[in-house]
């Protein structure tokens, strides 16, 4: 019986935490960052107060929460298995995951937009994207240095720096398309910067 309460409890609690940060994302969504209040956020999602704060202490909590729903997204595209076998097929790897990880950024454009404007107003948020920066910068270090150890990258260069290069190319067209800041097309994009990329690490 007392285990039966203890689920019923643990449900009814996801679902509150659930409720919020559909409730955030909507919100958020809606008014920016800056405007959102997480009382707003609280009453979209007919919770109490009391009940609300158990979960999140401020808005920041709950769009850090939902910053690492969307992120994971990203991850999973970076994660993908890395192996290839020469230059030729490191170039068509790099290029899918590049446009892939473009592409997530037009689907979540709205959410990433929110994203970006609390990255400028919060330290909260601001230092959680720097902790999930380096989380995608190490995983491109890793798929660098297994290029070197197959000899198909020059072994003359710091993974970790040309990793965070990379990264940080990336990362400049990603904010252009959420911006809406005209940016050339996806594939124009990719196909450039991963021709310098691969151009100048490949052997």
């Not at 994207?129 to 003359?156: C, M, P, S, V």
């Amino acid at each position: 019986m007392e285990t039966k309460k203890l689920s019923k409890r643990k449900i009814q609690s996801a679902q509150t935490r659930e409720k919020l940060l559909n409730a955030g994302r909507e919100t958020f969504i809606e008014y920016g960052f800056q405007k959102t209040t997480i009382s707003q956020i609280i009453k979209k999602a007919e919770t109490g107060y009391g009940t609300a704060y158990v979960y999140f202490k401020n808005k920041d909590d709950i769009l850090i929460e939902l910053m690492e729903d969307v992120m994971a997204k990203f991850y999973e595209i970076a994660n993908m298995t890395y192996e290839p076998k020469s230059k030729e097929e490191a170039y068509t790897l790099i290029e899918q995951q590049s446009i892939l990880f473009l592409d997530m950024a037009i689907k979540e454009k709205l959410m990433m937009q929110v994203i970006e404007e609390a990255i400028r107003l919060s330290d909260n948020v601001r230092t959680k994207w720097t902790e999930i920066r380096e989380q995608f910068i190490n995983r491109i270090g890793e798929d660098i240095a297994y290029a070197q150890k197959n000899e198909l990258a020059r072994n003359d260069v710091n993974c970790s720096i040309v990793a965070r290069a990379w990264f940080h190319a990336n990362e400049v067209y990603l904010w252009e398309i959420v911006k809406d800041n005209n940016p050339p097309s996806i594939r124009e994009i990719v196909h450039n910067i991963a021709s310098i990329y691969t151009g100048g690490l490949y052997k």
